[in-house]
């Protein structure tokens, strides 16, 4: 089997018996027994996005070396319907024969964690990673590991499992910028989606020292030219990543939603819906490198001009794959519920990889997907010789 290749293994469409809304499974390729990749729930998601989603998580599983293949879910639903818990809830039954064995998923878009562990819970899966953990050597042990792994707490509020992919885009960002020679406190930053990844990014960046300029929610973007109070407006959101405007200080500009893509900063990270930056308004995109949270956040056409301008884009599924690089540690036993041990080995994957991509760049102009795309392909010949031997890697 070719482990990147671009056409997925199965594509699926369910349709909800109850209100008719449709959800998606695609299976990019299957490794090792599995297929990795979280479930996003928003209103208007399609197959062909769920398909490039899946494509992207075949290519973060190949470049971190995890032991599954891509994977991703979809609902077509806005999470705030009242009909949404019922849907989910549905969609899993119907996926239950690939969720019992091979389909490891997660939070992603409009889904939190907590959200989905609730509903493998109520349909007796006990957890999201259930095919992984089930098909472990200990399952009772590999939960127990799981669940104090998600759940262990770090400064700020917030839980492991909740911040670890944004503290992943932050260190991407960290690196670059250390490569540049830019210094955090001189270095300004514009975070689109305030989310799960793109709040705890925007909290990494602040804590470094880095100035969070703008940042942006579904009803609009905050910003600040001298720097937003980062940990304030963090505490000031809601379930869905939205912050009350009742609590946002008047020295806070209110702007409109797409307004976070122009603000001129060195770093944008947009962190919320695909399809943020295309050709329609990359040509506004002031920003001297772009990082992407979010899943599919540039098109390929407005990757090409930010290039064409000196613009570089760290890959999604280099920059995000901390969240799903960090479940398979969990999974495997690689790390457990220090956060500290979770953070190093992050830290050290993260930057040694954006060095490379960045390297190369400033050396060649090479793109930084480029480059990534070409560590996806050395791990295909590793996967290809050592695949056999890692079957069912999941330890006890
Ligand atoms: N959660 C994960 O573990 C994870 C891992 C890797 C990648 N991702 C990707 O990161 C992105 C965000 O996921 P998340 O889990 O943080 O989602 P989330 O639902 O937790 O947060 C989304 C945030 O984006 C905001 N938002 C929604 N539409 C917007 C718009 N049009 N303009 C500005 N802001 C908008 C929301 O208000 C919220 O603040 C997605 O592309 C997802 O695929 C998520």
Known sequence: MEFVDDQPMLRMTWTDPITGKNGFLVIHNIVGGFATGGTRMRAGCTLSEVEG?????????TVFDLPAGGAKGG?????????????????????????????????????????????????????SYHAAIAGSSK???????????????????????EVIGGYGVAQSCLGVAQKWGNEPDRTTVAVQGVGTMGGAAAWYLHEAGMRVVA?????????????????????????????????????VQQLPREAVLFVPVDILVPAAVSYAITQHNVGAVAARLVVEAANMATTPEAEVELAGRGVPVIPDFVANAGAAAWAWWLLTGK??????????????????????LIDAWDDDRIAPRATAMKLAHARKQYYATEIVSRRRAVAS
């Open 53 to 61: 989603l899946a494509y992207g998580m075949s290519l973060k599983t």
């Open 139 to 161: 399952p009772a042990r590999t939960l127990r590991r799981v669940r104090a792994g998600l759940s262990s707490a770090v400064p700020g509020g917030q839980l492991l499992g």
């Open 335 to 356: 790390v457990g519920d220090d956060p500290q041990d979770s953070f190093a080995l992050l830290h050290g994957e993260m930057r040694s990889k954006v060095a490379e």
């Open 75 to 127: 609902i077509d639903c806005d999470p705030k319907d009242p009909e949404a818990p019922g849907v989910l809830r549905r969609f899993l039954s119907a996926m239950r024969p690939w969720l019992n064995t091979h389909w490891v998923t997660a939070e992603d878009l409009g889904m939190p964690q907590e959200v989905i562990d609730e509903a493998f819970d109520d349909l007796g899966m006990d957890q």
């Open 215 to 251: 940042i942006a929610d579904a009803a609009g973007t905050l910003a600040d030219p001298q720097g937003l109070d980062i940990p304030t407006l963090l505490e000031a959101r809601d379930a869905y990543g939205e912050i009350d405007r009742s609590r946002v200080s008047e020295s």
